[in-house]
C-alpha cells in the first residue's frame, strides 16, 4: 500500500487543509504531519524547493501544492474524470493559487506598507477574482464549480473563503466576500455541511 | 467537434509554446490567435483575469497557464494516466511556472535594480530550480520527466531551458544550465528532436 505523509504548519487552514479534508472524505490513511511555525527554517532545508506543502509518496518527496492536491483528488474520487470538467477544476485551483500568492507577499510587511498593499488588493485582485468565482460557479450550475459533485477544488474554494472570513487577516475586511462574491459563502455552507466534514471538525 | 482558440503574444516562445507545440504534434486543428505587445491592454480587457494565455473551449474563455496546458495534454496523449506519473508531471510543470513568475516580476525593472534582482535569482532560486528540474529528470530515468516517453512537461522544460539559453535575459548567463544543470540540455535536445517538433520549426 502506498505510504502517504503531509508535512505543512500546525494550523487548522492553510494551503494543505483542502489535502487533509479530502483524505479524511475518502477514508485515506496518511501521516499527518504539522510543525510549529518556530521549526520552518529547519523543516524547509529538508524539502525539495524550500516549501511547504510536501507530500511523501513511500520514499518520495513532492512538492508544489495544487499538483499535490490533483494527486490526492484521484486518490480520493474528488477528480473529475471528464476532460473539460477537469479543466474547469484546475483552472479555479490555480486561480485561487494565484491571489492566495498575492496575499502571502504581503506578509511580513507592518504599518502604513501593510494597509496599503492589503487595500490595493482588496481594491483590485482580491475583488476580481472572487466575483470571477462567482461568475465561474454560476457558469456551472451554481451548486458546485465542477461535474455537478462535490470535487476538490469545492474544498478549496471553502477553505479560502473561510480564512477570508475569519477577520485575521489585517485590512482585508471580514464581509468582503459577503459584499462582492455572496454566492461563494452559500457555497461554503453546502460544502462545510457534507457529513464527512463534519465529522472531520467535530 | 471541439473549437479551440490559443490567445498569446505573437513571439515564437513564452507561456503559450508548449501548448502550441503539443497541438501540433497531436495534430489537432486550432486558432493561434497572437497579438502584438502594444494591443495587450485591449487583449487583457477582454481576459477573464487580465492575464494571457486564454482558451476559449466553444464559447467559453478559460484562463490559468497550466490549466490550459493539463488539458492540452491530455487531448493530444501528452499526459500520464498513471497516477503518480501525472504528479510528476504536475509537479515539475508548477515548479517551471513559479520560477518563471519570479522572473516575470523583473520585467519592467531597469539599470542596477534589475542586475541585482537578476543576479539574485541567478546565485539563488534560479540555479536551485534547475539543479532540482536536472535531479528529478535523473530519478525518472535520465530520458523524460515522466510516464518514460515525452509528456506535456518536456515541452514545458524545453521551451523554458531554450529561452534561458537565448541570451536574451539580460544578467542571466547563456551557459547558466550549461553549468548548473547540463543534463536539461542533453534533454532539451532530445525533445527538440522529435520529428513533429522539427517539422514544426521547420
Chains 1, 2 share one sequence.
Not at 502517504?4 to 487543509?17: C, H, I
Amino acid at each position: 500500500m502506498t505510504k502517504l505523509k503531509l508535512t505543512y504548519f500546525d494550523f487548522p487552514g492553510g494551503r494543505v487543509e483542502p489535502a487533509r479534508l479530502a483524505l479524511a472524505i475518502g477514508g485515506i490513511e496518511f501521516e499527518d504531519y504539522r510543525f510549529p511555525f518556530s521549526e520552518f527554517a529547519d523543516v524547509r532545508a529538508t524539502t525539495p524547493l524550500g516549501q511547504v506543502p510536501t507530500l511523501h509518496v513511500n520514499d518520495q518527496q513532492i512538492t508544489q501544492c495544487n499538483a499535490i492536491n490533483r494527486y490526492v483528488a484521484k486518490l480520493t474520487d474528488l477528480y473529475p474524470k471528464d476532460d473539460f470538467q477537469a479543466l474547469v477544476c484546475d483552472e479555479v485551483m490555480d486561480a485561487v493559487e494565484d491571489i492566495m500568492n498575492k496575499i502571502v507577499a504581503t506578509f511580513g510587511m507592518q504599518g502604513d506598507e501593510l494597509k496599503s498593499a492589503r487595500e490595493a488588493l482588496v481594491e483590485g485582485p482580491l475583488s476580481k477574482y472572487l466575483k470571477w468565482c462567482a461568475s465561474r460557479l454560476e457558469t456551472q450550475g451554481g451548486e458546485f464549480f465542477a461535474d455537478n459533485r462535490l470535487t476538490f477544488v469545492d474544498l478549496k474554494l471553502m477553505v479560502w473563503v473561510s480564512s477570508l472570513n475569519s477577520g485575521k487577516l489585517d485590512h482585508i475586511p471580514a464581509d468582503l466576500v459577503a459584499r462582492v462574491a455572496p454566492s461563494l459563502n452559500a457555497h461554503s455552507q453546502l460544502v462545510a455541511n457534507t457529513p464527512a466534514i463534519v465529522k472531520y471538525y467535530a
